[in-house]
């Protein structure tokens, strides 16, 4: 099955009266990119959460948010810092006399300034608070997970139609082949009637030729190795894994067989199956950009 690398999940708990609401979006990116809001006073799970995400993601820019929302008398009491306020004020009342005036710092200024007020926030068990709090984690990455995977799901069938379509013209490139050894063939001893020589040329000679011509002209070998990776794709989309870059590589390997088919048969209905098979492969990578 393959996985999308973008969707959206959320997660819920109570703890001590507060809602704790945990949710998580993810992007397309080459690598695991997880970036991580947290309340200030839980600051010390950040590493422990960050390994959580790891457990369910590995690719994709991630951004957890966890929210807490405090029920009604959980607020954090508010503090007078007195020792840092008259720091403030001592100051103040020297820079006042260094330049000659008679100012003072007004209430409104003072309070503005860091340190003169604080939360203060009641000690907590943190071991508590990341069980709670993991929960709400693990429930928001499923769900992320289920969005991604039904996203995945819709990727995997559009991805199949490129590639059954990418078969199918390998199949009438093939289906063209004999017929061009032939045509070949006629071109080869037109040409040496036009000559009008007597070149005692053998019919050896001439079936030596031709068959140096058709191996020059043989595409056989870029035909399996084509059926080969595309085979090899499909497996990879079924076996659950991450499989996102491992399809961009195989892809180069797609484009350089259809790029040496191109090159050895020199035919305009063979040209026509190549363009093709580029254009869907163009739209098979495309794809894969948004596959974890």
């Known amino acids: 099955m393959v996985r999308s690398m973008t969707g959206f999940g959320k997660g819920v708990c109570e703890y001590q009266g507060s809602t704790v609401t945990v949710e998580i979006s993810s992007v397309n990116h080459r690598f695991l990119d997880a970036g991580l809001r947290i309340p200030h006073e839980w600051s010390a799970l950040e590493s422990v959460l960050r390994e959580i995400a790891k457990d369910y993601l590995s690719r994709g820019k991630v951004n957890i948010s966890i929210i807490r929302k405090r029920g009604t008398g959980?607020?954090?009491?508010?503090?007078?810092?007195?020792?840092?306020?008259?720091?403030?004020?001592?100051?103040?009342?020297?820079?006042?006399?260094?330049?000659?005036?008679?100012?003072?710092?007004?209430?409104?200024?003072?309070?503005?300034?860091?340190?003169?007020?604080?939360?203060?926030?009641?000690?907590?068990?943190?071991?508590?608070?990341?069980?709670?709090?993991?929960?709400?984690?693990?429930?928001?990455?499923?769900?992320?997970?289920?969005?991604?995977?039904?996203?995945?799901?819709?990727?995997?069938?559009?991805?199949?139609?490129?590639?059954?379509?990418?078969?199918?013209?390998?199949?009438?490139?093939?289906?063209?082949?004999?017929?061009?050894?032939?045509?070949?063939?006629?071109?080869?001893?037109?040409?040496?009637?036009?000559?009008?020589?007597?070149?005692?040329?053998?019919?050896?000679?001439?079936?030596?030729?031709?068959?140096?011509?058709?191996?020059?002209?043989?595409?056989?070998?870029?035909?399996v190795r084509l059926r080969s990776h595309l085979e090899h794709a499909n497996e990879m989309m079924e076996s659950g894994d991450a499989v996102g870059r491992k399809l961009n590589f195989l892809v180069q390997e797609l484009q350089r067989e259809i790029n040496t088919l191109g090159s050895k048969v020199r035919d305009t209905d063979v040209v026509r199956n190549v363009l093709h098979m580029k254009s869907e492969l163009e739209k098979f990578r495309e794809q894969i950009q948004n596959i974890e």
């Open 74 to 223: 959980q607020e954090a009491a508010l503090k007078l810092n007195q020792d840092v306020a008259r720091q403030y004020l001592d100051a103040s009342s020297d820079l006042a006399q260094l330049m000659g005036r008679d100012e003072s710092l007004s209430i409104d200024t003072l309070a503005q300034f860091p340190g003169v007020f604080t939360m203060e926030e009641d000690a907590e068990d943190l071991d508590k608070v990341r069980e709670v709090v993991e929960g709400a984690l693990r429930e928001g990455l499923e769900n992320l997970n289920a969005m991604r995977l039904a996203e995945g799901e819709k990727l995997a069938a559009d991805l199949t139609l490129r590639m059954d379509e990418i078969e199918r013209t390998v199949g009438e490139v093939e289906q063209r082949l004999p017929e061009l050894r032939e045509l070949y063939a006629a071109k080869l001893r037109t040409r040496i009637d036009e000559l009008n020589v007597d070149t005692n040329i053998s019919e050896d000679r001439i079936a030596l030729e031709l068959a140096v011509l058709a191996e020059k002209g043989d595409v056989t070998e870029e035909i």
